[in-house]
């Protein structure tokens, strides 16, 4: 039998290193002004800050404009929904996976901050979320993917202003931006990846077009990317 | 609606006319200094204490007290005070030998700002003080015109001169000053000094009178009944993980500070004092902790108004930390097994490594492989067990009585509330990883669904051990436990119990309840008892709902007790006929939503006759058992916890108090 404490419970999110973080108010000052990376496919930037230290929180963005409202039956407008997942890996086996049926990764580490059907208003703020606490991942994770797909079906082509972009958490900082819209006749991209090497963790941008509804579709297109 | 306060937060005042009321566990001395926009204090003028209790605007008592109102007229003060810091000091540090020598041997003070004799506006509960026997408690500023509070609970650990000193007085001034307040404070000063208490500034029948009056046998008996637990009394090495305090003593204080964590690490209101707007003071006495080293847990470091809130989503944030981190290591280890199994079939699968050496080294280096990748997840899970040890080491002697163990001293001093509690502590949760970590079980009041105390063998170990009528024994006497929880949560009046025990087979467990008046008649017992119980329940749900749906609560019968029900039924089904059955479900259904609640005693076997019929019922309730058993999933990841029931405190004391408490109401 399931408990149902849930039921009554502010909606309370939390994870143990939630509340050391804040130390990361101070370290910000210190931290090197660091230069936006304009990926390329295939380009992997360590995620190791120039002082030696490790990067500790990534956040996966996606945007897109909401299909426009048409007048008299608006109901029927054809919503773009864009879905943002990331799937772990440990040694190429897929582990646990965070999208929008399952929002936090068992351990916690992985929170999709929740599933946006619509889209928002196009001026770059993100839709979607996906928060990695890089130093929660359990030890034998060592790939996370990040996946974007259309789960009604338009191609990018079709989609105003859609972009994903990998940000620095801890201070704002855009790591890796793709322009999703005019990309092609694709309904999915494998983003990128954060994989671990030596003590820290390293980015490295996939890009790479693909076809699906949600990030099951992918899985045979992802592998040959580990 | 009160403001609960953490250290460094503030908050905007809407009067000027103010009081501030202050609670310890032992007699304190209440002060005040004035400081100018710079924080600095221009001269001994400036601070009000009980050798000087008054100023324009300001007035505090003039004795050590348990209970303090400093009577506040922002308006009246002199225009060139910016900064009104409320003290606290204990006049132990000086003369009485019996008296406490620092902060860390009281319950935290509490204060309350508000309106004079009326609704608080914000308070302020000073957890965390150790070795300081003087503390700047409250900040009173202006800013922009208008006048704020600001929680800041600084604490010194040289007393008042040393705080004087801080505020700018020359450290002779000060040292003066402070002796003198403390030497004014003691019982033994004239009268005269000790008289005018805190009388109000401003006539009128807002402003109460003096505070309770506190004579000189008052204030120095109240602090031999006090038991310090000094952390020096406690041996570190003899406290294990589960390391509670060695209470029992009625009128005990706690220890709010970790038993094993030096005083150098508690982190001060560096980030406040970083952050704030003005001009600060120098540096306080205590040095802030490395911004580096761990979060020390403190209780209530949580989201919420009132503190109980504040524990509860503690408590649930632990118990999903501590599920998650179960699960990251389990993950762990089952991906570590699976690959060592894989690649110990592969080296088998080549038939030239099965002879010789190769396949040796091939499960050699397999079983390293394992062992390397378990030996960090556990390195992981230890880091997150001990950060969650300490938590909740400090998190279970802070909680309220509706959240605490038995074994609680803070049930020895149990008082019905005021109000009902946020949530009951049902019994423990643990993971086998390691059992002695133990997640309060808190379940939200009012109930969202029944009670079943399962008395027969579900297959876990402990009820395979025990015999039959030893489980249904057991499970009266926990039930019993949870109903005496459930009513000490209500206020008198709160909540209602009714007891149907148609074979009388749980007289033993019930007695004391019946004794102490705590449900409305004896034990029902046979059929009949059962059905007149049962009918007077269904009837009133039936009422309260419809009148509910209607709109019309002010029109329902007067014989209606509109107070929470809680229907207790032992040995269910024995004594119940299909009508019964029928209503109990009823009862079991729609009870809640309106306040009539279920704590069932059952065999799920004895009621094999009903067949499929009854399975909605035991699914509808929350099963909980009398001996340990895992069978309760968190949430989040779905994991076994083994619940543990409540035991009985040792010795009754704590039991009997609450029984007599809520008898008393009752009569």
Redesign the interface.
């Known amino acids: ?10 909606g ?1 999110r ?3 290193v939630n ?2 973080r ?2 990361a ?2 370290e910000r000052q210190e931290r090197g002004q660091r230069v936006t990376v304009n990926m390329t496919k295939g380009q992997a930037i360590s995620l190791r800050k120039n002082d030696g230290g490790d990067l500790t929180a990534v956040r996966m963005g996606l945007g897109w404009q909401a299909a426009p409202r048409r007048g008299l039956f608006g109901s029927r407008t054809r919503e773009v929904d864009l879905d943002a997942s990331a799937v772990l890996f ?2 190429k ?1 897929p ?2 996976v965070v999208f929008f049926r399952h929002l ?1 990764s ?4 992985v929170r999709h901050t929740g599933d946006n059907l619509v889209g928002g208003a196009g001026q770059g703020g993100d839709d979607e979320s996906i928060l990695v606490d890089l130093q ?1 991942v ?3 994770i060592d790939q996370i993917v990040f996946t974007v797909n259309s789960f009604t079906g338009q191609t990018f082509q079709e989609v105003q202003n859609a972009f994903c972009r990998l940000v620095d958490e801890t201070n704002g900082q855009e790591l890796a931006r793709y322009t999703l819209d005019g990309g092609g006749r694709y309904t999915a991209q494998i983003m990128a990846k954060v994989h671990r090497a030596g003590g820290g963790w390293q980015m490295t941008a996939l890009g790479a077009p693909s076809e699906g509804r949600t990030f099951k579709d992918l899985m045979p297109a992802i592998l040959p990317h580990l | 609606m009160t403001a609960e306060l953490v250290r460094g937060q503030n908050l905007p005042l809407p009067h000027t006319r103010l009081e501030v009321r202050v609670s310890a566990g032992a007699p304190v001395v209440c002060g005040a200094t004035l400081a100018d926009a710079e924080g600095r204090l221009s001269g001994a003028g400036q601070v009000v204490h009980p050798g000087a209790p008054r100023l324009p605007g300001v007035e505090v008592p003039g004795t050590a007290a348990m209970e303090h109102r400093l009577v506040l007229d922002l308006d009246a003060l002199a225009p060139e005070a910016h900064r009104l810091t409320v003290l606290l000091a204990l006049p132990g540090g000086g003369g009485d030998p019996g008296a406490p020598a620092h902060f860390g041997a009281l319950a935290p003070p509490r204060l309350t700002v508000g309106v004079p004799d009326g609704d608080g506006i914000a308070t302020y509960t000073l957890t965390g003080l150790d070795t300081e026997s003087a503390v700047a408690a409250l900040e009173l500023y202006r800013r922009q015109g208008a006048w704020k509070v600001r929680a800041v609970g600084q604490g010194y650990a040289d007393g008042l001169a040393a705080m004087l000193a801080d505020q700018g007085l020359p450290p002779m001034t000060a040292g003066e000053l402070a002796a003198a307040a403390l030497a004014a404070a003691v019982p033994t000063a004239p009268p005269a000094t000790a008289q005018p208490a805190a009388t109000p500034l401003t006539p009128g029948p807002a402003v109460t009178g003096p505070p309770p009056p506190r004579t000189a046998d008052g204030g120095s008996a109240a602090p031999t009944t006090a038991v310090p637990l000094d952390r020096a009394t406690t041996d570190p090495a003899a406290t294990g993980a589960t390391a509670r305090p060695p209470a029992a003593v009625p009128g005990a204080t706690i220890d709010y500070s970790h038993p094993r964590r030096s005083t150098a690490s508690r982190p001060a209101p560096a980030v406040e004092r970083a952050a704030g707007t003005g001009p600060r003071p120098p540096a306080p006495a205590s040095a802030p902790a490395p911004a580096t080293a761990p979060a020390v847990p403190v209780a209530g470091d949580a989201a919420g108004w009132t503190m109980d809130e504040r524990l509860y989503n503690q408590v649930w944030g632990m118990f999903e930390d501590l599920a998650r981190t179960t699960a990251a290591y389990r993950s762990a280890i089952d991906f570590a097994d699976s690959r060592r199994e894989q690649e110990l079939d592969r080296a088998l699968a080549d038939p030239r490594a099965r002879i010789g050496s190769a396949g040796d080294a091939a499960r050699a280096a397999g079983g390293a492989r394992y062992e390397e990748l378990s030996a960090r997840a556990r390195e992981t899970l230890d880091r997150d067990l001990a950060q969650l040890t300490a938590e909740s080491e400090a998190v279970e002697p802070a909680l309220p009585p509706a959240y605490a163990r038995w074994d609680h001293p803070v049930w020895l001093g149990y008082r019905p509330p005021a109000e009902p509690a946020m949530a009951v502590r049902l019994g423990d949760l643990r993971l086998p990883e390691r059992p002695e970590l133990r997640i309060p079980m808190l379940i939200r009041l009012p109930l969202e669904r029944g009670l079943w105390i399962d008395s027969g063998r579900g297959g876990s170990a402990g009820s395979l051990m025990a015999d039959a009528t030893e489980l249904r024994r057991l499970a009266a006497g926990t039930a019993a436990l949870h109903a005496v929880r459930l009513l000490a949560a209500h206020p008198p009046g709160g909540c209602a119990a009714h007891l149907l025990d148609p074979g009388g087979s749980a007289a033993s467990a019930f007695a004391s309840l019946t004794a102490a008046g705590l449900v409305s008649a004896p034990p029902a017992q046979g059929a009949a008892g059962v059905t007149a119980v049962l009918d007077r329940l269904v009837r009133r749900v039936e009422l309260v709902r419809m009148a509910v749906r209607g709109g019309a609560t002010d029109a329902l019968p007067p014989d209606i007790d509109l107070a929470d029900q809680l229907l207790v039924v032992n040995d269910f089904p024995y004594g119940f006929d299909d009508r019964s059955v029928t209503r109990l479900r009823y009862l079991a259904d729609e009870g809640p939503a309106v306040g009539v609640h279920l704590l069932l005693v059952a065999d799920r076997a004895d009621a094999a006759a009903y067949g499929p019929l009854l399975d909605p019922l035991w699914s509808a309730l929350l099963r909980l058992t009398p001996v340990p058993d895992e069978h309760l999933a968190d949430p989040w990841v779905g994991h076994a916890w083994t619940y543990e029931p409540p035991t009985a405190p040792a010795g009754g004391g704590a039991l009997a108090r609450v029984l007599g408490e809520l008898g008393s109401t009752r009569r």
């Open positions: 039998m399931r408990t149902a404490p849930a039921a009554g419970r502010p309370l939390r994870v143990l509340r050391t804040v130390t108010a101070g440990a040694e086996q582990i646990d936090v068992d351990d916690g580490s929660r359990p030890v034998h």
